[in-house]
């Protein structure tokens, strides 16, 4: 890796841009990546900012499809051959079509998706929101046996977190995933680290995190 000013297992406050650039090509295992989509405020217009149930959420810097591109360029220059990506998506994006934000980027696949139940009832028009998706990258060529380690991991993944970020995500299960793709010592990316939830699971299995939060973090 580059020398940089990013500092390993450690909560860097910076853009996650910025971070990625300054790592070499081909040379991270695993990213998590969990954007904060402006698409649900500009189209659900729930008429949440800046009212009490979406106040936190909507403080978040947005990221539009521009920014979240450029992140994709970025993670695909960095990842190794058969590494993954594990990107968040709400409901709103997963209808409207994931698979096609790829089309820049050939060496990127969705191959899988866990749909992870919060036990927790959120936001709807109609229907009122329970889940969030992770959608499974691999990048080319694709591999499942020899980089999935773990062959017990439903797609259907039951876990309750305390709300320490406007974006907790199941500490459980990116342990698990971490366990499955990575050995002990590998490097895991996270450039929009949030809570640092993803630093919390590599602490845990003993593996090394990089990651930066453009809000969350220290200098």
């Known amino acids: 890796m580059k020398k940089t000013r990013f500092l390993i297992n450690h909560k860097n406050k910076a853009d996650g841009i910025d971070l990625l650039r300054s790592l070499d090509n081909e040379s991270i295992k ?3 990546f969990d954007p904060q989509y402006r698409g649900v405020l500009d189209k659900l217009k729930y008429g949440n900012e800046g009212v009490s149930r979406g106040k936190n959420r909507s403080a978040l810097p947005q990221m539009s499809f521009e920014i979240i ?3 994709f360029a ?3 220059r960095v990842l190794l051959p058969n590494g ?3 990107l968040w998506v709400d409901k709103f994006h997963l209808v409207e079509g994931v698979k096609s934000w790829f089309a820049k980027f050939p060496s990127l696949s969705t191959v899988d998706m866990i749909t992870w139940n919060k036990e927790k009832m959120g936001m709807g028009y109609r229907t009122r929101r329970i889940c969030e998706y992770l959608v499974v990258v691999q990048k080319e060529p694709k591999l ?4 999935w380690t773990l062959h017990n991991i439903c797609d259907v993944w039951s876990e309750k977190v305390a709300k ?3 974006h907790s995500k199941p500490i459980e299960l990116q342990k698990t995933l971490i366990e499955a793709t990575t050995n002990i010592g590998d490097l895991v990316c996270d450039p929009a680290a949030g809570g640092y939830s993803v630093m919390q699971a590599c602490q845990e299995m003993n593996r090394n995190f990089i990651g930066c939060d453009i809000e969350f973090g220290e200098e």
């Open 30 to 32: 695993v990213v998590f």
């Open 69 to 71: 591109e450029n992140f």
């Open 74 to 76: 970025e993670i695909e």
């Open 84 to 86: 993954y990506l594990f």
């Open 144 to 147: 499942a046996k020899s980089t």
């Open 164 to 166: 320490t970020h406007p």
